[in-house]
């Protein structure tokens, strides 16, 4: 199993700690986000070798410490980081994960290492983390139907929304060929460079069966201020 970790956008709602330094940099009580979730990979035995992050906006620094802390770990530059959007930054790593199984994650979310290894047990192949029954406006929500997702959007209504994703991903060698032949539609027949990797997702869910994994455990997507401080709360 590989692991892709999504990190090159701005954090701009972050400033004045983004000013400096990548938005997966910022610390939650001390341990960066890039930290965290790169921890929560490795006490799943997922290996360094076989996590990919995908890094833009101060790239400089956060290679820095990736090649200090994180010695093996595959890091890709997205030059474009400031004309493109996290579907692109996925396009990179197609090479890397080709023919393989892997889990995706937006780098500013922090939480629990218990969901990596539910995610990792489930005997569904294809799943996204749902935080079931809960609507928050900002984030991606899913509709459910006789138990398989039927639609991943921020636009989906309350009354549809069977919950939120986390933007955590798991994925099989075939739903990741046909998500990347989809993405590779996207950005070079479209030349859509500047769509969210949902899009593509979306696309595929009418394409592969795919299931959620209903969670309770601790997860925060932090965008701004108000988030920074609410992971410091309840974690």
Not at 94 to 110: I, S
């Amino acid at each position: 199993m590989k692991a892709i970790i999504l990190a090159a956008g701005f954090g701009s709602r972050l400033r004045p700690l983004t000013d400096e330094l990548p938005k997966c940099m910022v610390e939650v009580n001390n341990v960066k986000i890039i930290e965290k979730q790169i921890s929560n990979l490795l006490k799943n035995k997922i290996k360094l070798e076989d996590i990919v992050i995908v890094v833009g906006y101060k790239h400089e620094k956060i290679e820095k410490y990736l090649n200090e802390v994180y010695k093996g770990v595959n890091i890709i530059v997205n030059k474009d980081y400031d004309k493109t959007n996290n579907m692109y930054s996925l396009y990179l790593t197609k090479d890397y994960v080709k023919d393989e199984n892997f889990l995706l994650m937006n780098a500013d979310v922090y939480y629990q290492e218990e969901i990596i290894n539910e995610l990792l047990k489930c005997k569904y192949e294809n799943m996204i983390v749902c935080d079931d029954g809960r609507y928050i406006e900002e984030s991606m929500k899913i509709v459910e139907e006789n138990n398989k997702i039927t639609k991943i959007s921020k636009q989906i209504t309350k009354q549809e929304a069977y919950g939120v994703s986390i933007d955590v991903y798991k994925f099989s060698k075939l739903a990741g060929t046909e998500l990347f032949e989809i993405v590779n539609n996207i950005i070079n027949k479209e030349k859509n460079l500047n769509s969210w990797t949902e899009v593509a997702i979306d696309i595929l869910l009418k394409k592969v069966e795919f299931h959620s994994l209903d969670m309770k455990y601790k997860w925060v997507e932090i965008d701004n201020h108000d988030d920074l401080k609410y992971a410091e709360e309840i974690f």
